[in-house]
């Protein structure tokens, strides 16, 4: 058995499911056609699936429904800018850059307000996954949340990431080491967290 520890239950069982389909392709990062909804059904709707654009923008694919009552509408065929605020959405595309160029696994923590005011903490794993094609040009994320209090709401009719609410990012070894990477996301947090860019060892 494949884990990665510590993780919640929800991440663990995608790694596990993950890393079953990559035994079987001989190593290789699996294709997003071989994560069937069969094999991940009790994650779907904690599961959100996004592409990189040829401008290196991200595109929801495929969102679970928990993802879409968080955010207060569906986020399918959604770009990160339309689910984040503009620095946000910058620091999140830096941080997918080694999830499908070197390739890693990423795994980041936040606490976000909803719109009803209630405070959710966050649990996040992004695995990479080949296209059609053979590139890694697709990621596929599970969550785990529990509601921890309430706040004021954010201002807007719909949730938005800020950036503010994140506490914890870090690339995670799969397999081909952690690459030395100057992205915001990770360089900021390195002030005040000193995980940060620290990796988590994979036991099998």
């Not at 290196?56 to 955010?71: C, H, I, N, P, W």
């Not at 770009?79 to 696994?105: S, W």
């Not at 649990?123 to 529990?146: H, I, S, W």
């Amino acid at each position: 058995m494949h884990s990665l520890a510590p993780l919640p239950a929800k991440l663990q069982i995608f790694y596990e499911v993950w890393s079953k389909v990559r035994d079987g392709n001989q190593g290789e990062i699996p294709f997003r056609h071989q994560l069937q909804i069969k094999h991940l059904y009790s994650l779907a709707s904690n599961m959100l699936v996004y592409c990189r654009l040829p401008d290196r923008d991200l595109q929801v694919t495929m969102s679970g429904t928990a993802f879409d009552e968080k955010y207060g509408r569906n986020l399918t065929g959604m770009n990160i800018q339309h689910m984040a605020t503009p620095r946000a959405a910058k620091a999140f595309i830096a941080f997918n850059g080694p999830l499908l160029e070197y390739p890693t696994a990423g795994y980041t923590c936040d606490t976000l307000v909803t719109k009803s005011g209630k405070r959710l903490r966050d649990e996040y794993l992004m695995l990479p996954l080949q296209d059609k094609n053979g590139k890694r040009t697709v990621c596929a994320m599970v969550f785990e949340t529990q509601s921890v209090s309430y706040g004021l709401p954010p201002e807007g009719k719909h949730t938005h990431a800020t950036y503010d609410e994140l506490q914890v990012a870090r690339h995670i070894d799969i397999g081909y080491g952690i690459p030395g990477c100057d992205c915001p996301i990770l360089r900021e947090n390195n002030a005040v967290n000193s995980e940060v860019k620290k990796s988590n060892p994979i036991v099998s």
